[in-house]
């Protein structure tokens, strides 16, 4: 099985312009990333997917993998679906320019999924992690997920959606936004129009169960530090200068 990392990448940015070139303790955030994704050794490739020329040209230089796009998309997964029309691979895996925190075991539970579904069955697959904190579960900021007893999601939402365990226990998950996809899939899911709930929730996953179609659920006790504001970075560079 040929397992692929992509990780789409941008330098426009509502909410912080230009950030992935930002410097983080000497290389770029998408330098950081994708050395990130390198080195948890779960992929047969990584490859960074852009349309901007300045992210292909620090990849390449560094001796990484990058595909350089025509188009600019409105989403990550339609700009590694341009790309991976292109690659021979059985699984994509979507991580984001903006995650160089991603730790391997979170990745290895997702790959696992498809490692482990022998007949085929599991199309679509991503992470959850578990919350107690109820300020978090009331945050809009954290699309929450529902799940049955076999893990696959039920529904996503902004606003607090619970769980039922099967001890009858009511529990929160807040959804991770790294997604694994079987390539036949991805490409399937940018042909589908967005969906009433999608656009009015703004979480794409619903796209996938709108449609008909099931997401398998992996639990990560961790949870990746994402950068958007200059904030996060400042946060970043504190927590990477003490690693």
């Excluded at 990058?66 to 059985?90: F, H, V």
Aim: aromatic share 6%; net charge negative.
């Amino acid at each position: 099985m040929k397992i692929t990392a992509l990780i789409p990448a941008r330098l426009n940015s509502s909410r912080f312009n230009g950030k992935l070139m930002m410097d983080l303790c000497g290389k770029p955030i998408i330098t950081r990333t994708y050395d990130a994704v390198l080195s948890s050794n779960l992929f047969s490739s990584v490859i960074v997917v852009t349309q901007d020329n300045e992210i292909h040209k620090e990849i390449t230089s560094n001796n990484g993998n990058s595909i350089l796009i025509e188009k600019d998309y409105n989403s990550g997964t339609d700009r590694i679906a341009d790309a991976c029309a292109k690659l021979e691979t059985d699984i994509i895996v979507n991580i984001q320019g903006d995650e160089p925190f991603i730790d391997q075991s979170s990745l290895e539970k997702l790959v696992n999924i498809f490692k482990n579904d022998s007949r085929n069955e599991i199309n679509y697959a991503s992470l959850m992690k578990l919350m107690n904190n109820e300020k978090d579960i009331n945050n809009p900021n954290n699309v929450k997920v529902a799940v049955d007893n076999n893990d696959f999601a039920i529904n996503f939402s902004r606003k607090p959606i619970s769980s039922i365990t099967t001890l009858s226990q009511e529990v929160f998950y807040k959804h991770i936004g790294v997604y694994g996809y079987r390539k036949d899939s991805l490409m399937s899911f940018t042909k589908l129009s967005p969906t009433k709930l999608e656009m009015i929730e703004k979480i794409e996953a619903l796209r996938i169960i709108e449609s008909g179609f099931k997401i398998k659920m992996a639990e990560t006790l961790s949870e990746s530090i994402g950068i958007d504001t200059k904030e996060d970075l400042s946060k970043a560079i504190e927590i990477w200068d003490n690693k």
